[in-house]
């Protein structure tokens, strides 16, 4: 393992994310409200690199009582990012497809330090996904 620490968690924007590169691998690190996440930047679809596309609302459909579709609308609770290869989305807050949740980007530990800088554990190489 080795730890990394890529800055202080006030460069953040709200939802924001920074891609980094080390040793032969990305990572995409994400803040959303108090929360930071990190994934591997290689999309379990077809190795896309799904931490750098858009960060965007989950997109529900609202189903009236009779079973009729009320249009569609934003998440208020969910927000996701969206590979830029071939538009699957993952929740910033826990890397799994909304709709097949074997379909998962692969994490990597983070943490705030005590000076509040965001500090990224990557594995050794043998447990990082393949380029
Ligand atoms: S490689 Fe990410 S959606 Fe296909």
Redesign the pocket.
């Known amino acids: 393992m080795r730890e990394l620490n890529i800055g202080p968690a006030s460069e953040f924007d709200d939802p924001g994310r920074k891609i980094i590169a080390f040793d032969g691998v990305e990572v995409g690190v994400f803040k959303l409200g108090d929360a930071f996440t990190a994934y591997f930047n290689h ?1 379990p ?4 690199p ?1 931490c750098q596309g858009k960060i965007i609302a989950k997109v529900d459909e609202a189903i009236a009582p009779d079973r009729t579709s009320k249009g569609m609308i934003f998440s208020k609770t969910q927000t996701n990012m969206v ?1 830029p ?4 989305e993952f929740d910033i807050r826990t890397g799994v497809h909304p709709g097949n949740a074997r379909m998962r980007l692969r994490p990597v530990k983070v943490h705030l330090s005590t000076d509040g800088d965001v500090i990224v554990t990557l594995p050794d190489a043998r447990e990082r996904p393949a380029a």
């Open positions: 999309c679809h077809m190795g896309g799904a590979c290869w071939h538009g699957y």
